[in-house]
């Protein structure tokens, strides 16, 4: 598995953004994914997490009702679509496999493989 994050930028306070991880391998079905990610000074923080067949997600507190994630194991894609953000969800933005398929994890030691993060930056 070799994960690829994407779909940062720059918004505005309120904006929506929708994050993507590509894996390039064929057994994308069989990781759950997890998203994660990272402030300036602060330590790598766990926002969701989603079953390898999609069924069972699993949130944070602070995201949860904001952030989505889903999965499209067709396109090897799963995505955390971040809808009000916050000048505080301004960090690195993450996502990494874990080879539990069917137990969700919110401790970066259940992940194996983690993909090149994408920056998100909120302005107010």
């Known amino acids: 598995v070799q994960l690829q994050a994407s779909g940062g930028g720059l918004v505005q306070a309120g904006d929506s953004l929708r994050l993507s991880c590509t894996d390039s391998?064929?057994?994308?079905?069989?990781?759950?994914i997890g998203w994660f990610r990272q402030a300036p000074g602060k330590e790598r923080e766990f926002l969701a997490a989603?079953?390898?067949?999609?069924?069972?997600?699993f949130y944070a507190d602070p995201v949860k009702g904001r952030f989505t994630i889903s999965r499209d194991n067709a396109k090897n894609t799963a995505y955390l679509q971040m809808n009000s953000l916050k000048p505080e969800d301004t960090a690195l933005y993450s996502c990494?496999?874990?080879?539990?398929?069917?137990?969700?994890?919110?401790?970066?030691?259940?992940?194996?493989?983690w993909g090149q993060g994408t920056q998100v930056t909120v302005s107010s």
């Open positions: 391998g064929d057994i994308f079905y069989s990781y759950s």
């Open positions: 990494a496999a874990d080879p539990s398929e069917s137990i969700l994890h919110r401790r970066e030691i259940n992940y194996f493989r």
């Open positions: 989603i079953t390898g067949n999609g069924e069972s997600t």
